[in-house]
């Protein structure tokens, strides 16, 4: 199909995955609104801690429609795909590389942490814990977030442990400031085509005349349960969906061998929003785990973010082709 696009290529991913640990050390809101994007490199060891520059180019690139998934200022492969999506987007050489052209293009004046007062509203609708088990999950009433840092982790598409270091003192009680990355609102267009690419794991959503309106880190499938192949098409979306649990339909979950309903809420199996598909039981959807986006696979679905998925959701309607390839190469337009 001529308007089936630019695929980002695996050389790209090389950088390894760090995964914050829950004692990250505190982190000054200047240092990221002062850092430099262009002092990253990819020669520099992966931090262990967030990085000030990192956390700064995760919202830069964020804002500019490429996704960088969770915003924890961790280098890894997500970055890399968001970094080769912006070059994409804008027409430039994809090498993701963050180049001069790259970090000018990307640069701006506004802040990148600003601060937030909790609100009543953000204390509420909370509940203690997620049970693990499905059968568990279906005596809920909802499955809602777990505290108020939580909650506003996913509303700035911060991971919680950036969220503690910005505020390593706070109780997130209702009238108290906090620290905040400030992502931008979602994009806006109608999308035409949709690329699930399962071996770079990316979504990427093309508009009518071919332009790339915005890519997405995502988990595509597993070993076990691959995800559907060729061209499907969206059906329709539901938000905030209950979700059908059927073993003999889907997949066993530990020893649940009955039909279960698990209860709407950002925690449940596919979070806050799903896409549903022409192809039956499959669609791309939202997650209670953002960190482990294109960390670990799924059960054939694609999985993104909670924000990354609503947004999607935003701009497309019944009858958007989606496609799924499986290339680690540009293919051209």
């Given at each position: 199909?001529?308007?089936?696009?630019?695929?980002?290529?695996?050389?790209?991913?090389?950088?390894?995955?760090?995964?914050?640990?829950?004692?990250?050390?505190?982190?000054?809101p200047e240092a990221i609104n002062t850092a430099s994007i262009a002092s990253i490199g990819a020669e520099k060891?992966?931090?262990?801690?967030p990085d000030p520059a990192i956390v700064r180019l995760q919202v830069l690139l964020d804002r500019a429609g490429?996704?960088?998934?969770?915003?924890?200022?961790?280098?890894?492969?997500?970055?890399?795909?968001?970094?080769?999506?912006?070059?994409?987007?804008?027409?430039?050489?994809?090498?993701?590389?963050?180049?001069?052209?790259?970090?000018?293009?990307?640069?701006?004046?506004?802040?990148?942490?600003?601060?937030?007062?909790?609100?009543?509203d953000d204390a509420k609708g909370l509940v203690d814990k997620i049970p693990e088990d499905y059968s568990e999950?279906?005596?809920?009433?909802?499955?809602?977030?777990?505290?108020?840092?939580?909650?506003?982790?996913?509303?700035?598409?911060?991971?919680?442990?950036?969220?503690?270091?910005?505020?390593?003192?706070?109780?997130?009680?209702?009238?108290?400031?906090?620290?905040?990355?400030?992502?931008?609102?979602?994009?806006?267009?109608?999308?035409?085509?949709?690329?699930?690419?399962?071996?770079?794991?990316?979504?990427?959503?093309?508009?009518?005349?071919?332009?790339?309106?915005?890519?997405?880190?995502?988990?595509?499938?597993?070993?076990?349960?691959?995800?559907?192949?060729?061209?499907?098409?969206?059906?329709?979306?539901?938000?905030?969906?209950?979700?059908?649990?059927?073993?003999?339909?889907?997949?066993?979950?530990?020893?649940?061998?009955?039909?279960?309903?698990?209860?709407?809420?950002?925690?449940?199996?596919?979070?806050?929003?799903?896409?549903?598909?022409?192809?039956?039981?499959?669609?791309?959807?939202?997650?209670?785990?953002?960190?482990?986006?294109?960390?670990?696979?799924?059960?054939?679905?694609?999985?993104?973010?909670?924000?990354?998925?609503?947004?999607?959701?935003?701009?497309?309607?019944?009858?958007?082709?989606?496609?799924?390839?499986?290339?680690?190469?540009?293919?051209?337009?």
């Open positions: 199909m001529s308007s089936m696009k630019t695929a980002l290529p695996m050389s790209l991913l090389a950088l390894a995955i760090s995964v914050g640990g829950a004692a990250a050390r505190e982190l000054r060891p992966a931090p262990a801690d490429a996704s960088p998934g969770v915003i924890d200022g961790l280098s890894g492969e997500n970055v890399n795909k968001a970094v080769a999506g912006f070059e994409a987007m804008n027409d430039l050489p994809v090498d993701g590389r963050l180049d001069a052209e790259v970090v000018s293009r990307l640069e701006g004046n506004a802040p990148i942490v600003e601060s937030y007062v909790v609100s009543a999950k279906a005596k809920m009433q909802s499955l809602g977030y777990t505290s108020v840092a939580e909650k506003l982790s996913e509303r700035f598409h911060m991971g919680i442990d950036l969220v503690n270091a910005l505020n390593p003192t706070s109780q997130f009680a209702p009238g108290d400031t906090v620290w905040v990355v400030t992502p931008g609102p979602p994009r806006e267009g109608k999308v035409k085509t949709i690329e699930a690419n399962k071996k770079t794991g990316q979504v990427l959503a093309f508009a009518g005349d071919g332009s790339l309106l915005a890519v997405y880190p995502a988990t595509i499938g597993s070993e076990d349960n691959p995800a559907p192949s060729g061209k499907h098409k969206v059906k329709g979306v539901a938000r905030m969906p209950v979700y059908r649990y059927d073993p003999k339909r889907n997949f066993k979950q530990g020893k649940n061998d009955k039909v279960l309903t698990i209860p709407k809420g950002p925690n449940g199996p596919v979070g806050t929003v799903w896409i549903d598909l022409t192809e039956p039981t499959y669609g791309i959807h939202g997650t209670p785990e953002p960190k482990l986006i294109d960390k670990v696979g799924s059960h054939g679905c694609v999985r993104l973010t909670n924000w990354d998925a609503e947004e999607l959701a935003g701009m497309v309607k019944p009858g958007v082709l989606v496609d799924f390839v499986n290339r680690s190469s540009a293919t051209p337009k």
